[in-house]
């Protein structure tokens, strides 16, 4: 895929995920941001392991954070936080059950759908670790996300 499409694809992520915010609300968005800020942190940390341990690859040249693992963190990854957590938050157990399906969907449909693209596919990951790689951080954004709303009550 050539840089220009890899761009187009990269905007159009962030674009229409960030479209949906102001259906999401202000109040939700003040509440939820700072957990999903978190996360897309510790998933920035994660990705500096895993580009080093070669866990994947995007295609795109040059190989930067800012064309490959940036947009679908300030994209989908943020903003999705935020939906997850504003549909299930004070029920554990269907914020668990919809992380795991949009992991699930995330690692068995849209990685293969990237690979064919020629935008990122898994190198030594399979997919069930890569499933893994991504649901952990679940735990972590329910946690902070508890301890946020426990520090500001």
Do not use: C
């Not at 341990?53 to 800012?66: E, M």
């Not at 449909?109 to 790689?133: D, G, M, T």
């Not at 954004?141 to 520090?151: C, D, I, N, V």
């Amino acid at each position: 895929m050539s840089l220009k499409k890899q761009w187009l694809i990269n905007i159009a992520m962030i674009l229409l995920t960030w479209l949906s915010l102001p259906f999401l609300g202000k109040r939700s968005i003040k509440r939820f941001l700072p957990a999903s800020i978190f996360i897309v942190l510790i998933e920035g940390i994660n990705e500096l392991f895993g580009k080093k341990r070669k866990w994947w690859v995007f295609y795109n040249k040059p190989k930067s954070y800012l064309s490959g693992e940036f947009p679908f963190n300030i994209g989908p990854h943020l903003v999705g936080s935020m939906w997850i957590l504003k549909w299930t938050y004070g029920n554990f157990k269907a914020f668990i059950l919809l992380n795991a399906i949009v992991d699930a969907i995330f690692t068995f449909l849209v990685v293969n759908f990237l690979k064919k693209l020629k935008v990122a596919r898994p190198v030594r990951l399979s997919n069930s670790k890569f499933f893994f790689y991504i649901f952990y951080k679940a735990f972590l954004l329910y946690g902070f996300q508890y301890l946020f709303e426990k520090k500001n009550k």
